[in-house]
């Protein structure tokens, strides 16, 4: 019997792609603006907190390792969840500059 038939795991975009969301643009819905902006800022505040994670001393709260696994991860949701919070306004300027760019 093939395992690999039977067993499907499902692939989840952790982080947004920055190709795919040019992409979504392409789409006239509103809505697709909107995920669009929350994306980059999440993108952005997620790449932003792992540059400031790499400046802390050694053996601080992610142990000796700044690259480690769980700080990327804590990066990647602290900036999701920061994004969906409202952010710290980027969102709204990508939103602001889409909308006049695509909405005509």
Not at 31 to 59: P, W
Not at 69 to 77: E, H, I, K, R, W
């Amino acid at each position: 019997m093939d395992l690999s038939a039977t067993l499907s795991v499902p692939v989840l975009s952790v982080q947004p792609d920055p190709n795919l969301l040019s992409s979504q643009l392409r789409s006239p819905n509103g809505h697709t603006i909107d995920a669009v902006a929350n994306n980059f800022e999440s993108m952005f505040l997620s790449m932003m907190l792992k540059e400031m994670r790499q400046t802390l001393d050694q053996g601080g709260f992610f142990g000796d390792d700044t690259g480690d696994v769980y700080g990327g991860l804590f990066d990647l949701y602290l900036g999701q969840h920061l994004a969906q919070a409202g952010g710290i306004g980027i969102g709204a300027m990508v939103k602001h500059q889409l909308e006049s760019k695509y909405k005509t």
